[in-house]
T-cell receptor
């Protein structure tokens, strides 16, 4: 069975703080993909990143970085120097043949 | 530049009524999906269609039916709506499943907010 756990329901930070969103997954598949999506207050879902199970290299994109560790089945997302525009719900997702989402973490960045 | 288009965007139903949510994509994707989003539950997969002519159950298929009318269109039907089906519904599409793995980014529609009284 597949499962994605985002234990942090809601996080509140002050602008310019760094924040890490946790994601832990379960799967028996050896080939799988991990994703992060952002859902701003407007409601649409925005793709942020995809990683495959064979690539544990961390990735950085501007203020965003992702840490994938197969040993702990985690795929954590860090926002450096957070901004108010980062306020959104962030979803981690796991895919082998079906894309399964975690319950999401609501991030509130206060000015 | 349409991407994934869902209709209607809002709908209010009475218990027992039926309705169909329509979804169309113009990206020539083979795979299409229906998710529902409820507070604190994230997105849960209702049904998906790996390719034209095939459909499969997701995590929460009860009370729903789907039709993959052609490559572009994937509809979701509620035969007898219940208050528990009050939710926001998202349609999505992606490139073909490869080797059993969904490798592609999902492109989502804007969502359809359904209220069942």
């Amino acid at each position: 069975a597949q499962k994605v756990t985002q234990a942090q329901t809601e996080i509140s930070v002050v602008e310019k703080e760094d924040v890490t969103l946790d994601c832990v997954y379960e799967t028996r598949d050896t080939t799988y993909y991990l994703f992060w999506y952002k859902q701003p207050p407007s409601g649409e879902l925005v793709f942020l990143i995809r990683r495959n199970s064979f690539d544990e290299q961390n990735e950085i994109s501007g203020r965003y970085s992702w840490n994938f560790q197969k040993s702990t089945s985690s795929f954590n997302f860090t926002i450096t120097a957070s901004q108010v525009v980062d306020s959104a719900v962030y979803f981690c997702a796991l895919s082998s043949y079906k894309l399964i989402f975690g319950s999401g973490t609501r991030l509130l960045v206060r000015p | 530049n349409a991407g994934v288009t869902q209709t209607p965007k809002f709908q209010v139903l009475k218990t027992g009524q039926s309705m169909t949510l329509q979804c169309a994509q113009d990206m020539n994707h083979n795979s299409m999906y229906w998710y529902r989003q409820d507070p604190g539950m994230g997105l849960r997969l209702i049904y998906y269609s790996a390719s034209e002519g095939t459909t499969d159950k997701g995590e929460v298929p009860n009370g729903y039916n789907v039709s993959r009318l052609n490559k572009r269109e994937f509809s979701l039907r509620l035969e007898s709506a219940a208050p528990s089906q009050t939710s926001v519904y998202f349609c999505a599409s992606s490139e073909a499943l490869t080797g059993g793995a969904n490798t592609g980014e999902l492109f989502f529609g804007e969502g359809s907010r359904l209220t069942v009284l």
